[in-house]
């Protein structure tokens, strides 16, 4: 950025109990309530808004099998989230799953893993939230083409600027957002359970009537949905590099952070049907602008609308916060550009990985060519996950006593559960949309000619 010296910091080690900076320059500044907010800041996003219509849709709208499909999304998700909670107390590395996966299987699907991470996943989720606040921004106030775009672009330029400043400062931005967002959520499901016919809940019939075949199918279906309002807890890990008290904090954040989420969206879900009935949800594209205008007025739907602009900014800018340190734990290794490595001797972030993935993330914005691209990935992003869970087997048997820490409860099964879930979801995807799935892996294997290039470099 202009104005910046971005020369590389000098080293100075951490202490075991958490100094001010790490091994590698970056701050130890986050604490626990930063990192329970920054799970919920970067999970939810627009997703509680609009996807319990669709899932319970596609369950044959029924209310039990809807909640019982968002209780399956959030037991995996705790399943993966109480596995990480032990790999980040026993590597508190900045770049989380990315030294997990190099540390473990190696250089080279770490490689991949940040590759597809930079080029598609982080960077197009953040363009995909940044087109969405436009978009919604132009429900408030008229907004041409050219403006809209002006619009997206200054959103990411408003959260590279603040993440370079500080990460400090960035949290306290994360936390004012996300608490705002939560507390909007949680307040709209409780005045809808009020205000609405409770009596749609406790009259709760089966739904419409399906083949036991389709039914399961439609689980599935909705699962998927449910997963994709779940993702992003993950995202946590790459800070581990600047939390003050990670072999500690990092389990309690995602406990409390994933039941918090299974909460908040139950909460949601029950808030919605108690206004519209199971029926007037499934058949709702925005549920919870539906559901306020229905027991309201249609103008209290505009408060959805800003709600949903919190949550987009908040869900932006945790994954800048959090996905630019594996670009700059890419670099440490040589693996990557080595400007991304360095970071800025006043602020103590990793300035010029937070601009390039802003650069990045505003021209996959601009071109609009992403949105699809991202979908085909997905399931790839996934299967990342799972190889980053059973990490914890080969750092296991590296274990001394001096290492042990966090033990994740139910182990071996509740990674075992978690990669077997994954591998379950990946392979169906693999079967069900063998073309999707082909151009996804094909994406991930663009970065094999990165890899050799860097590795030679």
């Known amino acids: 950025m202009p104005g910046f010296d971005l020369s590389l910091i000098s080293r100075s080690p951490a202490s075991p109990s958490g100094s001010s900076l790490t091994d590698h320059g970056l701050r130890r500044v986050l604490g626990l309530r930063d990192l329970v907010l920054l799970i919920l800041g970067t999970v939810i996003g627009s997703g509680i808004f609009l996807v319990p219509g669709v899932v319970l849709k596609d369950v044959g709208n029924s209310l039990p099998l809807a909640l019982s499909v968002w209780l399956l999304g959030g037991v995996l998700s705790l399943l993966g989230a109480l596995t990480y909670g032990e790999l980040s107390a026993m590597n508190p590395a900045a770049g989380g799953l990315y030294v997990y996966i190099r540390d473990c299987f190696g250089r080279f699907p770490a490689f991949l893993f940040g590759w597809v991470l930079f080029f598609v996943v982080s960077t197009g989720s953040i363009a995909t939230l940044a087109v969405a606040f436009s978009n919604y921004l132009g429900e408030l106030v008229a907004l041409g083409h050219w403006s809209a775009k002006l619009v997206s672009l200054g959103m990411i330029g408003i959260i590279a600027a603040v993440n370079v400043l500080g990460t400090r400062q960035s949290a306290n931005l994360q936390n004012v957002t996300t608490a705002i967002k939560v507390a909007a959520i949680v307040g709209i499901a409780g005045l809808l359970l009020w205000s609405g016919n409770r009596m749609q809940l406790t009259n709760i019939v089966a739904g419409s009537p399906m083949p036991l075949s ?244």
């Open 214 to 457: 389709s039914r399961l199918s439609g689980i599935g279906i909705a699962l998927v949905s449910v997963l994709w309002a779940y993702e992003g807890w993950q995202y946590a890990t790459f800070a581990a590099g600047e939390t003050v008290n990670p072999r500690r904090d990092f389990p309690l954040a995602f406990l409390a952070g994933t039941f918090a989420l299974i909460g908040i969206y139950f909460l949601a879900n029950l808030g919605y049907v108690a206004a519209l009935g199971t029926a007037g949800a499934a058949n709702s594209t925005r549920v919870a602008a539906t559901a306020l205008a229905t027991v309201l007025s249609p103008a209290a739907a505009k408060a959805v609308t800003l709600v949903i602009l919190i949550s987009i900014f908040s869900a932006a800018h945790s994954i800048a916060l959090t996905a630019s340190r594996v670009y700059y734990a890419m670099a440490k290794d040589g693996l990557f550009f080595h400007r991304l490595a360095e970071v800025h001797p006043r602020f103590g972030t990793p300035a010029f990985a937070v601009v390039a993935t802003a650069l990045w993330a505003s021209v996959l914005s601009s071109t609009g060519t992403f949105e699809q691209l991202l979908t085909y990935v997905v399931f790839v992003g996934w299967s990342f996950y799972a190889l980053a869970a059973a990490s914890i087997f080969v750092y296991r048997k590296r274990e001394t006593a001096e290492t042990a820490r966090y033990r994740v409860p139910g182990y071996p099964w509740t990674p075992v559960l978690f990669i077997a879930t994954v591998a379950a979801f990946v392979l169906n995807t693999i079967v069900a949309q063998p073309v999707r799935a082909a151009i996804g892996i094909g994406v991930v294997l663009t970065g094999i000619p990165g890899y050799f290039i860097w590795r030679r470099g």
